[in-house]
Every structure is written in structure tokens, then in C-alpha cells.
């Protein structure tokens, strides 16, 4: 089994749809072991504890810097023998010592169809406005692994959502969590869970479920 913590910050609607995949037997190999919030008192920290699930909160702002801070989660995670760390709507900022620690093993949800939309800034609400204040016709979600650049990390599923007249930032979130990210999210963390993700040249390959793992660049 992959044991897998989140990190949260607000709502948590995304770790929800990990919750629910989890019961409904779809997180193939994966079992969710504990959620971190960075901030005290927000409402996925409730979700986790109602699934039965370890929920605690590290706050940024009881740190000095984001290194410590870092440290603190790595730590954390580290002893409860974390294998994979899921980024569900976690909106602070961590240091390259995080993303060293667990190599191709931090997936994010973002709000948008990456390499557009994304890095520093863009998140939560502000993307949905920025998507709507270019005019762009498509937008949608990207689950991707988390690398060392804001947002730069190799893609692992997207989906398109259409952007309608008359939406607000707030409509517009509605229908990118709804039609996207609570489908790929899941989804995309199942496949690491499966083993069915490798990442060449920061390029991800998803083998189809039953076939065997590449070895020396061919698929067996
Ligand atoms: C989600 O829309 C997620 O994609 C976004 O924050 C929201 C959290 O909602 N994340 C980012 O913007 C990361 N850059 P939730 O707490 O209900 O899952």
C-alpha cells in the first residue's frame, strides 16, 4: 500500500474526492494517512477527522522562514513513513529542501491548463480571474508532480473546462473543480498508487493497467 498525506488549506473539496475514492475502492493501492493543514482551524482538517483520518495542522506563520518550515513538514511526514504527498488546495509556498525530499513523489492540483496560468501568484480565485481578464475560451486543470520551478513540474493528466459568457471567478471555479480537477485529481493519484507513472526528460508516461514497468527504455 502507498500511504499517501495531504496537504490542505481551506475547504478541502479536493481532498474530499480522495476521501470518497478511497471508500469507493477507486484509490487502487493507496491509503490516505494523514492530512496537514497550514493554517488551524479550516474545514478539510474536519473532513479528514470525520474519515477517521489523522488530521493535524502546522501553521505557517509559527515558523520564521520557509525552510523551517519545510523542515517541520518533512519531518512530519517522514515518520509517519509518507511514500506520496498530495497538494489538495495547499497554498503556501514551500523550499527546494521539500521537493528534494520527496522526488517525483509531491503531486498538485492547480486550476488551470498548465504552462498557462500558472506560478507565482496564481492560485486559488486569482487564476479563474486572470483566466477571465485574458479571455481565454478553455481553460481547465492540471495534476502535474511538483519540481523545483512554481508550477513547472512534469504534467501528469489535464482536462479542458469552457469558460462561458457572463462568468464570474467565482462560477468559473465552480465548474473547473465540478468538471475537472475533482475527476483528474483522484484519478491521477491512483496511477502513482499503481505504479503506472514514470517520468523521463520530465516528460510523464502512463503504462496501461496489466503492463509490465519499462526497463531500459522499452516497455516489456
Ligand atoms: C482548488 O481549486 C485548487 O486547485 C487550488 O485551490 C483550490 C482549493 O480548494 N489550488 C491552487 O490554486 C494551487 N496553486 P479545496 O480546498 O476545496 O480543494
Same mark, same amino acid.
Not at 100 to 114: E, G, M, Q, S, Y
Not at 186 to 199: D, H, I
Given at each position: 500500500m502507498v500511504k499517501i498525506g495531504v496537504l490542505v488549506s481551506g475547504g478541502g473539496t479536493n481532498l474530499?474526492?480522495?476521501?470518497?475514492?478511497?471508500?469507493?475502492?477507486?484509490?487502487k493501492n493507496g491509503e490516505i494517512s494523514v492530512v496537514i493543514s497550514s493554517k488551524d482551524g479550516v474545514f478539510a482538517l474536519e473532513r479528514a477527522k470525520k474519515a477517521g483520518i489523522e488530521a493535524l495542522a502546522l501553521c505557517r506563520k509559527d515558523y520564521p522562514d520557509v525552510d523551517i518550515y519545510s523542515a517541520a513538514l518533512i519531518d512530519a511526514l517522514k515518520k509517519r513513513g509518507i511514500d506520496l504527498v498530495v497538494l489538495a488546495g495547499f497554498l503556501t509556498i514551500t523550499g527546494e529542501n521539500f521537493v528534494?525530499? &520527496?522526488?517525483?513523489?509531491? %503531486?498538485?492540483?492547480?486550476?488551470?491548463?498548465?504552462?498557462?496560468?500558472?506560478?507565482?501568484?496564481?492560485?486559488?480565485?486569482?487564476?479563474?480571474?486572470?483566466?477571465l481578464a485574458r479571455g481565454v475560451k478553455l481553460t481547465g486543470a492540471t495534476a502535474h508532480f511538483v519540481n523545483e520551478i512554481c508550477d513547472g513540474g512534469p504534467i501528469i493528466l489535464q482536462k479542458a473546462v469552457e469558460v462561458k459568457e457572463g462568468d464570474t471567478p467565482e462560477v468559473l471555479q465552480k465548474?473547473?473543480?465540478?468538471?475537472?480537477?475533482?475527476?483528474?485529481?483522484?484519478?491521477?493519484?491512483?496511477? &502513482?498508487?499503481?505504479?503506472? %507513472?514514470?517520468?523521463e526528460n520530465n516528460i510523464v508516461h502512463i503504462r496501461e493497467a496489466g503492463e509490465v514497468k519499462k526497463r531500459g527504455g522499452k516497455i516489456e
Open positions: 474530499q474526492k480522495l476521501i470518497d475514492a478511497q471508500a469507493a475502492g477507486t484509490l528534494r525530499a &520527496f522526488p517525483n513523489r509531491i %503531486l498538485n492540483i492547480h486550476p488551470a491548463l498548465l504552462p498557462s496560468f500558472g506560478g507565482k501568484g496564481y492560485y486559488g480565485l486569482h487564476v479563474h480571474e486572470a483566466v465548474r473547473v473543480m465540478e468538471e475537472a480537477e475533482w475527476q483528474i485529481l483522484p484519478q491521477a493519484v491512483s496511477l &502513482f498508487c499503481e505504479g503506472r %507513472l514514470t517520468v
